[in-house]
């Protein structure tokens, strides 16, 4: 059975760090992502990995201020969130592709989802 189990969110004040985890476990993928969800809107693509750490992709938004990471001993991906500002602020989620999936940043495509954890940026 597929868990992805997030960890890391919370409330900081703008230019703050945070990080994000995303520990799976229950098969290998062929890539892991991080979304974002406003209430009422789409999940927002944020970044993504490929299972090998071979591609990377960001979003605009964030790109120069997020890494996203991996440790393979873990199984776990990260989300490292620096000069975070208060439009950052919403609910996260990491997503996997199955293995043998063409890499993407559509969250639909993805299937399998963490539980969400909530970024919260104080002006």
């Known amino acids: 059975q597929v868990q992805l189990v997030e960890s890391g969110g919370g409330l900081v004040q703008a230019g703050g760090s945070l990080r994000l985890s995303c520990a799976a476990s229950?098969?290998?993928?062929?890539?892991m992502g991080w979304f974002r969800q406003a209430p009422g809107k789409e999940h927002e693509f944020v970044a993504l990995m490929s299972w090998n750490g071979g591609t990377i992709y960001y979003a605009a938004s964030v790109k120069g201020r997020f890494t996203i990471s991996r440790d393979n001993a873990k199984n776990t991906v990260y989300l490292q969130m620096n000069s975070l500002k208060p439009e950052d602020t919403t609910v996260y989620y990491c997503a996997a592709l199955s293995s043998g999936r063409l890499l993407t940043r559509t969250h639909r495509s993805y299937d399998y989802w963490g539980q969400g954890t909530q970024v919260t940026v104080s002006s």
């Open positions: 229950g098969r290998t993928f062929s890539a």
